[in-house]
């Protein structure tokens, strides 16, 4: 597949290296592991998966039931 992109004079050679390490089947799994890594967002964990992760192990997570004080009124 052909693509064109724009870009600085000075980075032309730098983009020309990566095509070149994509389009190379000894190069290209590593290429592609390292871009990903650096310029792919992961998506958002939501609270739900990072509380499920959490290690919570030995963490006392019960309330003491305080009814408070008496009050008269």
């Known amino acids: 597949m052909r693509v064109e992109v724009n870009v600085r004079k000075e980075d032309a050679s730098l983009v020309r290296q990566v095509a070149a390490a994509l389009s190379d089947p000894a190069r290209q799994a590593e290429a592609r592991q390292v871009l990903r ?6 998506p958002p964990v ?12 030995g963490i006392d997570l019960d309330r003491s039931h305080d009814l408070g004080r008496e009050v008269d009124l």
Do not use: M
């Open 46 to 57: 939501s609270l739900k998966a990072l509380l499920a992760a959490a290690p919570l192990d």
């Open 37 to 42: 890594r650096r310029f792919v967002q992961s």
